[in-house]
């Protein structure tokens, strides 16, 4: 039994989990800021959050190496279908599970934020879960994966910032508000800039096997400006909504982790080897994960 345990950790890549809540946590602090909060919602959200993230992961190991993008000229972590330790259909057999638990953790989170009174909040949000798993299971399988077709930026921006962001938040207060929209832009900015460096660090591999990401469109040089300006353009959406949304000095908190984006931008604007860009994405998600408990910390302080 415990044979395929260290495994099965590995393939869950725990590492991506920090970035994935980071959502969650901004649009709570931010409905906790105007008043609303449930231990409930927050621990559901969170439970739904982190499934939906293993079920992405899970897929993606299970597609990249169903469509030969693991291969031997790949930099990252070897993946558990690649490396032989979990088979195909012991893969698949966890991908069906995680689905279950997706569906229950999602019924039970809406139930829970908008009860029976609800009905259309009931609908837009169950509508949005089955995106939410559609998005997490084709972006390397299927006939027709997206994540082949540079189409993951955008379902990484939409999801990762603007539905994990603004999403929970609507999941208090019922209600969108402005207040949240800066915010999960400047996310799902950073979101994809995580994407990005993983596209780069495996931008031969990738073309080699007919993985086509944005990173492969536009090529290395290209790639890194198109990084730089997601991470710009994040700090700059973070600074706007500072000056937009002032209240008290606690709002700049976030600006400290402008220190660890500026060291991350001059290592990319430097690196050279797939590896120089591996060594950056914990640095990057952990980043961003911080940018949003001190964004969030800030308002409710």
Request: proline letters at 3%; a positive charge; aromatic letters at 14%.
């Amino acid at each position: 039994m415990f044979r395929k345990l260290k495994p099965w950790i590995s393939a869950f890549r725990l590492r991506t989990l920090p970035l994935s809540v980071s959502g969650i946590i901004l649009g709570t602090s931010f409905a906790f800021y105007n008043g609303k909060f449930s231990y409930w919602v927050l621990g559901l959200a969170i439970l739904t959050t982190v499934a939906l993230q293993i079920l992405s992961n899970l897929a993606n190991d299970y597609g990249d190496s169903a469509n030969g993008a693991d291969n031997d000229d790949r930099v990252g972590p070897m993946r558990a279908v690649q490396s032989g330790d979990i088979t195909p259909e012991e893969m698949m057999e966890a991908i069906k599970f995680n689905v279950v638990l997706v569906i229950m953790f999602t019924v039970c989170l809406i139930w829970a934020a908008f009860g029976p009174t609800n009905f259309l909040f009931l609908l837009l949000f169950l509508f949005l879960g089955g995106l939410a798993m559609y998005a997490a299971l084709n972006y390397t399988m299927g006939e027709s994966p997206y994540g082949y077709r540079a189409l993951g930026d955008v379902f990484v921006f939409v999801f990762f910032g603007l539905v994990s962001t603004i999403g929970s938040y609507v999941l208090y207060r019922h209600t969108v508000d402005h207040l949240v929209i800066l915010p999960a832009i400047s996310l799902g900015l950073l979101s994809v800039g995580v994407l990005n460096l993983n596209n780069m660090r495996d931008i031969k591999s990738d073309e080699n096997s007919g993985k086509i990401t944005l990173a492969v469109k536009l090529g290395l040089s290209k790639a890194k400006k198109y990084h730089f300006l997601l991470v710009g353009g994040a700090m700059l959406m973070a600074v706007l909504f500072c000056v937009f949304y002032y209240v008290s000095y606690f709002n700049l908190l976030f600006l400290i982790a402008f220190l660890p984006f500026t060291i991350h931008l001059l290592k990319i604007k430097a690196a050279k080897q797939p590896s120089d860009f591996d060594s950056q994405l914990k640095v990057l998600a952990l980043s961003t994960f911080l940018f949003s408990i001190l964004l969030g910390i800030g308002y409710i302080l």
